[in-house]
């Protein structure tokens, strides 16, 4: 079992940054890729970034050049950093990891990112 927890969501301008954090804690040996999803108001669940084990990162297309996912497997921690943040970009963040052998995916709580002015 693996237990995730996000930080650093908060009220941002738009144009500013925020970078949010992932603290995995369990079965840590478990963990292949991970990654943070996000649902705005009305919205569904979507992709925005996922990093292996090994630090290759993919990201969806609406946060390429803004947002940079990184991983230090040493504390367990997930990061993402989002710059020039748009109003568009309010959302709850959520964390997840996939096992090793791709099930089963765990999830964190979320933490809530609101751009606006």
């Known amino acids: 079992q693996v237990q995730l927890v996000e930080s650093g969501g908060g009220l941002v301008q738009p144009g500013g940054s925020l970078r949010l954090s992932c603290a995995a804690s369990g079965s840590i040996s478990s963990i292949g890729v991970m990654g943070w999803y996000r649902q705005a108001p009305g919205g569904q669940r979507e992709l925005v970034a996922t990093i292996t084990s090994s630090s290759v990162t993919n990201y969806a297309y609406s946060t390429k050049g803004r947002f940079t996912i990184s991983r230090d497997n040493a504390k367990n921690m997930v990061y993402l950093q989002m710059t020039s943040l748009v109003p568009e970009d309010t959302a709850v963040y959520y964390c997840?990891?996939?096992?090793?052998?791709?099930?089963?995916?765990?999830w964190g709580q979320g933490t809530q990112v609101t751009v606006s002015s």
């Open positions: 997840y990891a996939l096992h090793k052998l791709a099930w089963p995916s765990y």
